[in-house]
């Protein structure tokens, strides 16, 4: 039998109050007592009180989560990730709490038994494809949360923090089309559920279901319609994953055909270095000259040349952790646009002559 308080308390001779009292309010007990508790625990081979349980007794545990679509490795490689993350884990240092992750890439069923069983006092909703059903387990549960993406259904006293994707797609779009390239590939990760990699017909940007990359797209979209590249004349490009290996697939054969592209925008910095790559890859006859932009600005875009959106990754994490954790009073205080910039490298140019 696994040794429990009672039987400390009965092999002492004291009540359960005073021996959960031995490892949580030490002070109400004398030294000696204490000791002699402590000393029967370790005699029975007792651990100490379930720290999990105890923190849900007082109703704080002392924890935070982030929930996340991929695998837990992709925490620790996605470089926008790893950087939103650091941010998180800063301000929650700060506040002398931890951080749980939770990945949502198993089977509903399975996923959402996560959310419901987190030891946590709230999440962050990061990077979620379909965060609707999640939401309703943590409302459920009772608990805050914050998100990282907009929603149109966000009710004004649920707390964000993010950027105008729209917007700051719009913008290396417009230097694209400025460049004067129309013949464009548009470039996604998970554009729809287990779409394949490779080119997809979508008949509009409003069946992409996820807000962030609908956002995105929706910006590239807006921009070479000013000059007018309507929605169909545009290759959308579906990515199974956010990697440079995925981009690099999802791009095989784009540019083989009598038109291909001579720009493609793609979605995240790692999806535009894996279309690097893969032109890279080409025989040196056979390698167009392609401009490629990405989004977020991750170190190893400047180390590429690559023309981007920067967005202060450190600092989302570290406003959705502090929204947590401190909330404001004033509900209007948390929903937070935080500043996009343009950075034009030498991965874009003018669209070569025929």
């Not at 038994?113 to 709230?122: F, I, L, P, S, T």
């Not at 921009?223 to 791009?251: D, H, K, M």
């Not at 083989?256 to 925008?265: E, I, K, M, N, S």
């Amino acid at each position: 039998m696994k040794p429990t308080l009672q039987a400390v308390a009965d092999a002492v001779g004291v009540s359960r109050s005073t021996v959960s009292n031995a490892y949580s309010r030490p002070d109400q007990l004398s030294a000696a007592l204490r000791e002699r508790i402590l000393g029967a625990a370790r005699q029975l081979g007792y651990p100490g009180p379930n720290p999990t349980a105890r923190s849900l007794r007082r109703g704080f545990v002392g924890s935070i989560g982030v929930l996340f679509t991929s695998q837990l490795s992709y925490a620790f490689t996605d470089p926008f990730a790893v950087r939103f993350l650091a941010g998180v884990g800063e301000a929650a240092q700060r506040h002398g709490t931890s951080m749980l992750l939770v990945p949502l890439s198993r089977a509903e069923p399975d996923a959402r038994r996560a959310v419901e069983n987190a030891a946590v006092d709230g999440f962050c909703v990061y990077c979620v494809t379909d965060e609707e059903w999640a939401l309703e387990v943590i409302r459920a549960r009772g608990l805050p949360f914050v998100s990282t993406a907009a929603r149109d259904d966000a009710g004004p006293d649920e707390p964000f923090v993010g950027i105008d994707e729209r917007a700051a797609a719009r913008s290396v779009a417009t230097h694209v089309a400025g460049l004067g390239h129309r013949r464009v590939a548009l470039l996604a990760d998970s554009v729809l559920p287990d779409a394949p990699a490779g080119p997809l017909t979508l008949s509009g940007v409003d069946q992409v279901p996820h807000p962030t990359t609908h956002g995105r797209l929706a910006g590239f979209a807006d921009a070479f319609a000013e000059v007018g590249v309507g929605w169909a004349e545009l290759t959308l490009v579906n990515a199974p994953g956010n990697s440079r290996q995925a981009g690099a697939a999802a791009v095989a054969g784009l540019f083989d055909g009598p038109t291909p592209p001579t720009a493609v925008l793609a979605g995240s910095d790692v999806l535009a270095l894996g279309v690097l790559d893969a032109l890279a890859e080409r025989p040196a006859g056979d390698r167009p000259p392609v401009s490629v932009t990405g989004f977020d600005d991750v170190p190893e875009a400047a180390a590429a040349g690559l023309t981007t959106v920067r967005q202060p990754a450190e600092e989302k994490g570290r406003i959705a952790a502090e929204l947590l954790l401190n909330p404001p009073a004033d509900a209007a205080a948390g929903h937070v646009l935080l500043p996009t910039a343009l950075v034009v490298r030498t991965s874009t140019g003018p669209v070569p002559r025929s």
